[in-house]
């Protein structure tokens, strides 16, 4: 079929007082195309007016779209079921050409935005080796519309506390705010509502208060609107990720922080300079920080368990064991873990930020060694040899860990021997025993009746034997 420039070159020759064979034969084509050409008598190509294998089965097609919810494949399935000769493509044309199930391609628009006037924040799912395991990642990224400069953060897990954080980070790294911040429909920011009707949560409009700026959402299904931010995503993901390893998620970070210097300051050949040429000219337009930015956290409420921990997400940190059965203020900060009791902050741990549970210790939360919950006291029996003359104490002392388990029957024994025999004699026999480390009861009593035999059993010739009466 000839198109519309052969078409027009034909009728101007026509204008010029040329035949049909001249023209043939300066154009290279048949005097049977051109005939028709001049027949009709305009430059215009006729529509094809051919008929469709799907024409008939129209009602059909219509009907099955709907019940089998737009899928075109059960509707061939369905419709060859029913005897139908039609192949797939001849279907899925027609349904093309008559707009079923289809809408028309929209244009996409440009954007363009002033110094200061947007910057445009989302997340976006990743995985990288962290620590040797591979492990699923929440990359955040703020990218400011003029300049084009970038910051990305990634996390474990992202929610509001985690967005408060990479937002506050993001503003310092960049040294102010744009009026606008735009976002898509998440529920980490949103409240209720889509596109122009969102309206923030309202920790997140606080946020937003505290720094000057306003969230502003794109139309529901419009990620054009955010493009300064969805396209750095395939760039981390197949460049900043790709053949990286990282000891941990701080590692990552630090990581993130220096490739994110080493792009904003590489030259763009779209914008002819670098973000950071750009942005020494957007800087003066941003909204200035607060002069105090305080540190975000998220406040719990715990008790304070039996072993004297509390637990975070899963993770256990000590506190004071004195403080078991209190219930204590929680903060949770983007590094530490704080505990507070009224005013007074009682533990203070680095934030655990691995997905195994973890438990956090430190040495002067535990009570010292023996003087725990079964610390063993003194029995009666050892603290009353403990006050006895010397050199009882050192002698039950020794006693009590050469025997069994607490040496209560050795030193109940001990006492039962100083109660019995007279006490000069057997302190002698406790001196020499302790000397010579003779612990064996049986041989102290022997020792004490052989020293009272000299001093108290002496018969003398004056004595008169009763039984020589």
Do not use: W
Request: proline share 7%; glycine share 6%; aromatic share 8%.
């Amino acid at each position: 079929m000839l198109d519309h420039a052969t078409r027009t070159a034909i009728l101007e020759l026509q204008t010029r007082g040329l035949g049909v064979r001249q023209m043939a034969r300066t154009l290279q084509l048949s005097r049977g195309a051109i005939r028709k050409v001049l027949a009709a008598g305009q430059a215009q190509v006729p529509p094809l007016d051919r008929a469709e294998k799907a024409d008939p089965y129209r009602e059909q097609i219509l009907e099955l779209f709907v019940r089998c919810r737009g899928n075109l494949v059960r509707v061939h399935e369905e419709l060859r079921a029913q005897g139908a000769t039609l192949s797939y493509p001849a279907l899925t044309r027609f349904c093309r050409r008559h707009a079923i199930g289809h809408e028309p391609p929209r244009p996409v628009g440009q954007y363009d935005f002033q110094p200061g006037e947007e910057m445009q924040h989302d997340t976006s799912p990743h995985r990288a080796p962290i620590g040797g395991v591979e492990q699923r990642i929440e990359t955040a990224s703020l990218v400011l519309c003029y300049s084009r400069l970038l910051f990305f953060q990634c996390y474990p897990a992202f929610n509001r506390f985690h967005c408060k954080v990479f937002l506050t980070d993001a503003l310092r790294y960049v040294g102010g705010a744009c009026g606008i911040c735009m976002i898509d429909n998440t529920h980490v920011v949103v409240a209720s509502g889509t596109g122009a009707a969102m309206v923030p949560a309202p920790e997140m409009a606080a946020f937003a208060e505290r720094f000057a700026f306003a969230f502003r959402a794109h139309e529901k299904g419009h990620a054009n609107r955010s493009a300064r931010v969805e396209r750095p995503f395939h760039f981390i993901e197949h460049n900043f990720l790709a053949g990286r390893a990282f000891t941990d998620l701080a590692d990552l970070n630090q990581q993130a922080l220096a490739f994110c210097e080493k792009v904003n300051a590489a030259p763009k050949r779209h914008l002819h300079a670098s973000p950071r040429e750009l942005f020494a000219l957007e800087r003066a337009l941003l909204r200035p920080l607060p002069l105090f930015v305080p540190e975000v956290y998220r406040l719990h409420q715990r008790l304070v368990d039996v072993e004297g921990y509390i637990s975070v997400d899963a993770h256990r940190y000590s506190v004071p064991y004195a403080l078991i059965g209190r219930r204590l203020e929680v903060r949770e900060t983007k590094d530490r873990i704080e505990g507070y009791e009224g005013p007074r902050l009682v533990a203070s741990h680095a934030r655990a930020v691995t997905k195994t549970p973890t438990r956090v210790v430190r040495p002067e939360h535990r009570p010292p060694r023996g003087h725990g919950p079964f610390a063993r006291t003194p029995s009666p029996e050892a603290r009353e040899l403990q006050q006895a003359e010397a050199p009882l104490p050192a002698y039950a002392a020794a006693l009590q860990k050469r025997s069994a388990c607490r040496g209560t029957m050795p030193l109940r024994r001990l006492l039962a021997l100083r109660r019995d025999y007279p006490r000069e004699a057997f302190l002698e026999a406790v001196t020499t025993a302790l000397q010579y480390g003779l612990f064996d009861l049986d041989r102290l009593e022997r020792l004490t009746l052989r020293l009272i035999a000299k001093e108290y059993f002496v018969l003398t010739d004056d004595v008169e034997d009763p039984h020589d009466r």
